[in-house]
């Protein structure tokens, strides 16, 4: 895998192209950078942030929120991820920073801890099931879930029955990057 | 020429010949037959020489149990691979086979001469036989012993294959695809279920296949079959698998399969696998892998020409064609007539059929006479006669034990049948319960432990309408325990040939048992003299008669030889079966290859490796490289003409003089924040953290229970409620899970989060009396200057108008700062400093010279100066400890006697006598090296390094009582000589710190 997945994330859709992952059953590409963070707080104190974040917080494990101002995904019992423009996430940052006595929080910039992947083709599910040992058939649209995908700790969201998101850690990026690809290549071999 | 082909008979597409060679011969076979089928429809039964007496040897069966028709294969540079079942592999235009095991050619081979030794190469014989005297055993036994073990040879070439694997999850997963699996997949495939068929041959319908005599419901098999399988493809929930074999059953219905995707093909199609591994996870799993027929226990029973009776009528019905001419029979089951009669209306002559029954059913009979087929009863066999292929079988007439007045049959083939053996393999992987059956004399399956079911001749009974039966019962159940509504089928089968048979062991023959060679175990020549031999020696259970013997223990896994070798040991111990026991099948079920288990995990995919943000700068430059836990880390960079000794004398020399710029990325970071931050800093860590301001930071130490440091970092405090730990780099997800299980497990009360931060910011560490010269004019917003941002402070700021998080600390005794910026712009702030550090001669470094600087100033390093038996007082870290505080993880052991015992390892500084000397990381030092040995060991060396600053060595260790040794001299033994070391301070540079503050 190339070096150049580290430099700065607007230049990565291009390399994309290059690494010949469009040639595979799956389109594969490597989304624009977006701010994300993860906010810890007690369900009990939930009403407060979802104020100060302007949308709706949802309670089960895997549900996704989506609103004008981003999409709030709940990943655990006390545990969520935002997701929102760069912009946005500074406000919100900023009005919950306002909270803290009354509303204890942990609200966690992790933007460029993780880059996200898109993958989009009726086959997404035959190349996520290369790693990722959940049964993908069973999520439904919108929703996300912590797993794995070789071994490597992944956050899935499905956005529509042929198309998933995968947030992965950065460092983890080419590891997961060039066995998707690999098996991308693979799938197309199968339909041929 | 193909003369044993029988025209209108079998499956294969003559349409589509294939041609391929054997031992360097072209042979022709046809689009869907098996290297075995091939070659026997020219005619061809030796294909290969046994494993200890070097015994030619043919094709017994026509499936995955086959332990003698094993060849090596190639296909093209680095596809060799030994010990491919002949029965399995599919011919392709341009398959090249070889038999093995032989030299100078399979047709004479010098090994033979193992055969005419064999009185002396009996059971046990490398046990008695290779004992003493003891001192061979190294230089000529083992050598010896290694060069003969082994069928095949081992492929040198790298595999240029791909293996790939995937997951799969269904509701009802079906192991077999003969009768009793597809009613149960029509079954459950009707009721909706997601369903997964699989089958190890190239064609579905197991049993079906050898059979077109039969008519299903109306139907001749094959049609039925044919209209089953385009039912059960027509269904979205069923997906149907051929060429897979599942190869092990595991926890909680996850079953392991093996898919040959190529190895069948003309041409490897581009970017395909080799072979595919299923990771499966099965709401129900449907067992239905039928049974194996158990072959006859006799004298000579391992001719090339002798084969199971069932896999002929296979060959003849599947592959069109006729295992031989002249063909005579020895069984004690019904089945063998079924398949001699076919073989009779396809023109083969029947010589006879020995029985060893006394009654046989009159159906049977009658048909036998209608086709003028002689039948033998009563009936044991003395012997057969030919080497390359069999030419007679001598039987006789069985009276109390005693073979009476024989009789020699000429014939070119001889089928056995000594009934069958249920499948259990994969069951037995669940370590589900066994119940000896009496009236089968076989295992069967008892007390389930997963959710599976077994049916059709699994269960050990026979004939296709109890497949069928048993097969839509354990179909229905499955799905409709899965929540599906299901419909019971009801199937209507004539010609069923079901027979019986009864179980005999090794037969008599007239000649003495210590002059027959009566083969159990075909692949490892083991036989039943060799069974009665090692019960004779003590062993009693079939454990140890395994063992003993080797029975079984070969690459087919006694699927034939268990329950003969069993009954055998049995009879000799005059016990019955199941008091002598038997051997636990594990998985694989079949071999597998190595290349199927790694799969993706190959070469540039061996690994995870984790690389940082500035990585690929530090690549560009040439710098060299080492892996630091699941990181790769720039080692040094050397310039042109440099070694790695200059490299890093440049860079420590440098740094101090200078600038030096470092690369920390990997530095594990969690942000621990809320109300309840600072109590579960202290309860976490050694040190007190009340009275650490905000913007302030501290070195902190974490301990196990045991009270021995786990890891160690400095902490910032960035707000009342907010820190920013870092870790050691191979201690990031450990100390987070660890403080994760406290906060879960034990402090639930505290209001308080952990968020893994590493990869969020990309650190550069920046020491040398220039470093603030360097990073002031890209900081906005925060004064650097030594009063407002003194050592051990730290803030957010601005750093080339990007968010920073800025640390001054040092790990090197120099003016040290670190910046975290978000990791997408690490190696562009990283360029932008090395830019701005021109003037300074800025240097970049790389993680030798931080350990070298570090050393300087007895830094210890979390696994390299500790190593789980070291306390802080050890590491001379006493001062780290919250002596006030009521508690924090491993404070308890601390005052454990043996903690606080004077008489403890203690780190201290060596000095070689000689300072051009650097000893050796590990080395062992003692007191006096003229003591005898074995020594007594004072301690260890941990670090050792060129100290460029000194001018001379440095080293650190582990050293009894050390602090009590200031000044004495002590003693490292080396190969090339005894190095005398003085014990120092563990601070060789700046003892008074004036560097941190110039």
């Known amino acids: 895998m190339s070096q150049d997945l580290h430099m700065p994330m607007e230049s990565r859709t291009v390399l994309n192209l290059d690494r010949g992952a469009t040639q595979g059953a799956v389109e594969m590409e490597l989304l624009d950078s977006a701010a994300r963070f993860n906010l810890r707080v007690s369900v009990k104190h939930i009403e407060g942030i979802a104020q100060c974040i302007g949308s709706k917080i949802p309670l089960t494990i895997g549900q996704c929120e989506t609103s004008e101002n981003g999409q709030v995904i709940c990943l655990g019992p006390d545990e969520w991820l935002l997701l929102t423009s760069e912009e946005n996430g500074r406000n919100w940052a900023k009005s919950c920073s306002s909270l803290s006595a009354k509303v204890p929080h942990s609200i966690t910039d992790i933007s460029d801890r993780e880059v996200t992947i898109g993958l989009k083709g009726t086959a997404v599910i035959e190349l996520l099931s290369v790693g990722c040992p959940i049964d993908l058939e069973k999520m439904k649209d919108n929703v996300s879930r912590r797993s794995v995908f070789d071994g490597v700790q992944i956050v899935l969201h499905r956005c529509a029955f042929d198309h998933f998101r995968v947030d992965v850690w950065r460092s983890f990026l080419p590891h997961v990057w060039s066995l998707l690809n690999l098996a991308n290549l693979e799938l197309a071999a199968e339909e041929n | ?998």
């Open chain 2, 1 to 998: 020429m193909e003369s044993f082909r029988v025209s209108g008979k079998g499956r294969t597409d003559r349409n589509d010949p294939v041609k391929f060679t054997f031992d360097g011969k072209e042979y022709k076979g046809f689009r869907g037959d098996t290297l075995a089928s091939a070659l026997l429809a020219h005619g061809v039964h030796l294909l290969g020489r046994s494993f200890k007496y070097h015994r030619p040897r043919g094709i017994v069966t026509a499936g995955f149990e086959e332990p003698n028709a094993l060849v090596g294969t190639r296909r093209s540079a680095g596809r060799y691979e030994p010990n491919t079942r002949a029965t399995i592999q599919e011919i392709y235009n341009g398959l090249g086979a070889e038999s093995q095991n032989r030299f100078p050619s399979l047709k004479f081979d010098i090994g033979g001469i193992n055969d005419t030794l064999s009185p002396f190469l009996s059971a046990g014989f490398y046990y008695k036989t290779f004992m003493w005297p003891r001192s061979f055993w190294d230089k000529v036994y083992e050598p010896f012993i290694r060069a003969a073990a082994g069928l095949g040879k081992a492929p040198t070439e790298i595999d240029p294959d791909n293996y790939a694997s995937r997951y799969l999850h269904c509701d009802v997963l079906i192991v077999g695809s003969g009768p009793a699996g597809l009613a149960a997949a029509l079954h459950a495939g009707r009721s909706g279920a997601k369903i997964v068929v699989v089958d190890e041959h190239n064609e579905l319908g197991g049993y079906i296949l050898s059979d077109p005599a039969m008519a299903i419901d109306g139907q001749v098999s094959w049609d039925w079959l044919q209209a089953a399988l385009e039912e059960l493809r027509g269904l979205e929930n069923v997906k149907l698998m051929s060429r897979t074999t599942a190869f092990g059953y595991y926890h909680q219905n996850f079953v392991g399969l093996c898919q040959k995707v190529t190895d069948h093909l003309d041409k490897l199609p581009d970017n395909a696998p080799r072979e595919r591994n299923w990771r499966v996870r099965a709401g129900r799993v449907v067992l239905a892998q039928g049974a194996i027929e158990k072959p006859l226990v006799f004298n000579g029973n391992d001719r090339p020409g002798i084969m199971l009776a069932g896999a002929a009528q296979t060959y003849l019905n599947r592959f069109g064609v006729k295992v031989g001419n002249n063909i005579a029979v020895v069984t004690s089951h019904d089945s063998a007539y079924f398949a001699a009669f076919d073989l009779a209306t396809s023109g083969a002559k029947i010589v006879a059929i020995a029985d060893t029954r006394s009654n046989i059913s009159d159906v049977l009979l009658a048909k036998a006479k209608a086709l003028k087929i002689e039948v033998l009863t009563g009936q044991t066999v003395c012997g057969t006669t030919g080497r390359l292929r069999i030419k007679s079988v001598k039987v006789a007439k069985l009276d109390n034990g005693a073979a009476n007045s024989p009789r020699s049959l000429s014939c070119d083939t001889l089928l056995m049948s000594g009934g069958w053996t249920p499948n259990i393999h994969l069951f037995s992987h669940t370590k589900g319960s066994l119940k000896w059956d009496e009236q089968s004399q076989s295992f069967l399956p008892d007390h389930l432990t997963e959710d599976c079911c077994l049916c059709g001749a699994s269960l050990g009974h026979w004939g296709v309408s109890f497949a069928l039966e048993s097969g839509a019962l354990a179909g229905n159940r499955a799905a409709s325990e899965m929540g599906f509504t299901t419909e019971n089928i009801v199937f209507n089968v004539e010609n069923d040939r079901v027979g019986s048979g009864e179980s005999v062991l090794d037969l008599p023959s007239n000649i003495s048992a210590q002059k027959t060679k009566s083969f159990v175990d075909f692949q490892n020549d083991v036989t039943s003299k060799d069974i009665r031999l090692a019960v004779r020696e003590g062993m009693r259970s079939i454990e140890h008669v395994k063992r003993y013997t080797t029975n079984g223990m070969a690459t087919d896994q006694g699927k034939l030889s268990n329950v003969n070798g069993l009954q055998i040991a049995a009879d000799a111990l005059d016990k019955e079966p199941p008091q002598v026991g038997l051997t636990t099948f594990r998985p694989p079920y079949s071999p597998t290859t190595f290349g199927m288990f790694a799969g993706y995990q190959r070469a540039a995919g061996f690994e995870l490796t984790r690389k940082t943000p500035i990585h690929s700068w530090a690549a560009e430059q040439g710098a060299v490289f080492e892996p630091v836990s699941q990181w790769m880390r720039a080692w040094y960079f050397p310039k042109s003409g440099e070694g790695m000794h200059d490299a890093v004398k440049r860079e420590c020399r440098e740094t101090r003089k200078s600038l030096g710029i470092f690369d920390a990325s990997t530095l594990g970071k969690i942000e621990v924040v809320g109300p309840d931050a600072v109590e579960f800093m202290n309860r976490m860590y050694t040190n007190p953290w009340t009275k650490l301001a905000p913007g302030r930071c501290r070195y902190g130490l974490l301990l196990g229970e045991d009270g021995f440091i786990r890891d160690d970092g400095v902490i910032g405090r960035l707000a009342d409620d907010k820190f920013h730990v870092t870790t050691t780099t191979g201690g990031a997800s450990r100390v987070l899970n660890m403080m994760e299980d406290y906060l879960q497990t034990e402090w639930t009360e505290l209001q308080v989060w952990l968020t893994s931060t590493t990869e969020q910011w990309a650190t550069i560490a920046i020491n040398g009396p220039n470093a603030r010269n360097l990073i002031e004019p890209f900081v906005n917003g925060l004064d650097v200057s030594n009063d407002l941002f003194p050592h051990m402070s730290v803030a957010e700021c601005k750093f080339a108008g990007l968010p920073c998080r800025l640390f001054r600390l040092s790990f090197t005794g120099e003016l040290g700062f670190e910046l975290n910026v978000p990791a997408r712009y690490g190696r562009m702030v990283w360029e932008e400093l090395l830019e701005a550090g021109k003037k300074y001669d800025i240097c970049p470094y790389g993680t030798e010279t931080m350990h070298v600087l570090r050393a300087e100033k007895g830094y210890i390093i979390v696994g390299q100066d500790t190593d789980g038996t070291v306390t802080p007082d050890d590491a001379g870290l006493s001062w780290a400890i919250g002596k006030k505080k009521p508690d924090f993880v491993g404070k308890r052991s601390l005052a454990r006697p043996d903690i606080v015992s004077p008489h403890r390892k203690q780190l201290v500084g060596l000095l070689t006598d000689d300072p051009n000397y650097v000893v050796e990381e590990g080395a062992q030092i003692v007191a006096d090296p003229d003591q005898p040995t074995p020594m007594k060991m004072l301690g260890h060396v941990t670090s050792s390094y060129w100290s460029e600053a000194l001018g001379r060595s440095i080293a650190l260790a582990l050293v009894l009582e050390g602090r009590d040794r200031m000044g004495e001299t002590l003693f490292i033994p080396m190969p090339d000589g005894v190095i005398p070391v003085a014990v120092t301070d563990s601070i060789f540079y700046d003892p008074a710190g004036d560097r941190l503050n110039p």
